[in-house]
């Protein structure tokens, strides 16, 4: 699919991979609408992408948000083209803690609400859009590509809400494109590993330090720009499909 003048919705625009993401599809010629909880934030990002950018204040675990905002992007920009969920929690908590206190049960709740459920609810609204589209070239009509995590595979002590919710991303990501396939719309899932965030930034370097010593190489945090490169490519690239991608510099997570 060619990047320009397609419209992509992504979730979490307003900062990190999100936004990052915006701004490579905006620098190929697409067209982006940002789907975030941070309105001042949001409007602050589709100011500066320009022209081809727009922002509408969406809950990804409500249906009626997130259709509102499928519409309002299909008002302004004519389709959705693209599907981009970044938008994402995390937790620290063990299953069973100090003085054997078992996981907050609310905690888990709503991990597995935003990360699984709300990524889920966009792809499916999405989806449904664009299936609406003319078919282009091999019929394509669209792309879905979910954020998961390395967490996915190699869960830290504490991790046990968000690996469950990674896992789940990657394992619908095959169901997902197969279910899809008909209507000519891919699906594909980024694993992350350890990113320059806002979030990672501005941690200490005691956390930061031992996830760069565990990463292969390059020595360093992921860049956003390196997501955001990931997903043109797998917009440019039609017969990536039902796949998971790590994007992690080889890392492999030690249990702390």
Same mark, same amino acid.
């Given at each position: 699919?060619?990047?320009?003048?397609?419209?992509?919705?992504?979730?979490?625009?307003?900062?990190?991979?999100?936004?990052?993401?915006?701004?490579?599809?905006?620098?190929?010629?697409?067209?982006?609408?940002?789907?975030?909880?941070?309105?001042?934030?949001?409007?602050?990002?589709?100011?500066?992408?320009?022209?081809?950018?727009?922002?509408?204040?969406?809950?990804?675990?409500?249906?009626?948000?997130?259709?509102?905002?499928?519409?309002?992007?299909?008002?302004?920009?004519?389709?959705?083209?693209? @599907?981009?969920?970044?938008?994402?929690?995390?937790? @620290?908590?063990?299953?069973?803690?100090?003085?054997?206190?078992?996981?907050?049960?609310?905690?888990?709740?709503?991990?597995?609400?935003?990360?699984?459920?709300?990524?889920?609810?966009?792809?499916?609204?999405?989806?449904?859009?664009?299936?609406?589209?003319?078919?282009?070239?091999?019929?394509?009509?669209?792309?879905?590509?979910?954020?998961?995590?390395? @967490?996915?595979?190699?869960?830290?002590?504490?991790?046990?809400?968000?690996?469950?919710?990674?896992?789940?991303?990657?394992?619908?990501?095959?169901?997902?494109?197969?279910?899809?396939?008909?209507?000519?719309?891919?699906?594909?899932?980024?694993?992350?590993?350890?990113?320059?965030?806002?979030?990672?930034?501005?941690?200490?370097?005691?956390?930061?330090?031992?996830?760069?010593?565990?990463?292969?190489?390059?020595?360093?945090?992921?860049?956003?720009?390196?997501?955001?490169?990931?997903?043109?490519?797998?917009?440019?690239?039609?017969?990536?499909?039902?796949?998971?991608?790590?994007?992690?510099?080889?890392?492999?997570?030690?249990?702390?």
């Amino acid at each position: 699919m060619n990047i320009a003048d397609k419209v992509a919705v992504i979730t979490g625009g307003a900062s990190g991979l999100g936004q990052a993401t915006a701004e490579a599809v905006i620098a190929k010629g697409g067209k982006v609408m940002i789907l975030d909880l941070n309105e001042e934030q949001g409007q602050a990002v589709a100011a500066k992408l320009g022209d081809n950018a727009a922002f509408v204040k969406t809950d990804v675990t409500d249906e009626a948000s997130v259709q509102a905002a499928i519409a309002a992007t299909v008002d302004k920009f004519g389709a959705v083209h693209v @599907a981009v969920n970044c938008a994402g929690v995390g937790s @620290a908590m063990k299953t069973v803690g100090r003085e054997n206190k078992p996981h907050d049960l609310g905690v888990f709740s709503k991990v597995v609400q935003i990360n699984l459920i709300g990524t889920f609810n966009v792809t499916r609204l999405a989806a449904a859009a664009m299936a609406e589209n003319e078919p282009g070239e091999d019929n394509e009509r669209g792309l879905v590509v979910n954020t998961a995590s390395v @967490a996915a595979f190699d869960g830290q002590v504490g991790q046990v809400a968000y690996a469950a919710t990674k896992g789940g991303v990657v394992g619908m990501t095959l169901p997902i494109a197969r279910d899809l396939a008909p209507l000519g719309i891919r699906c594909n899932t980024i694993a992350p590993g350890i990113f320059n965030t806002p979030l990672m930034n501005a941690a200490p370097d005691k956390v930061k330090m031992p996830l760069i010593e565990m990463t292969q190489f390059p020595k360093r945090l992921g860049n956003p720009e390196e997501y955001g490169a990931l997903v043109c490519h797998m917009i440019e690239n039609k017969f990536l499909n039902g796949e998971t991608i790590r994007l992690d510099g080889g890392i492999r997570m030690q249990p702390r």
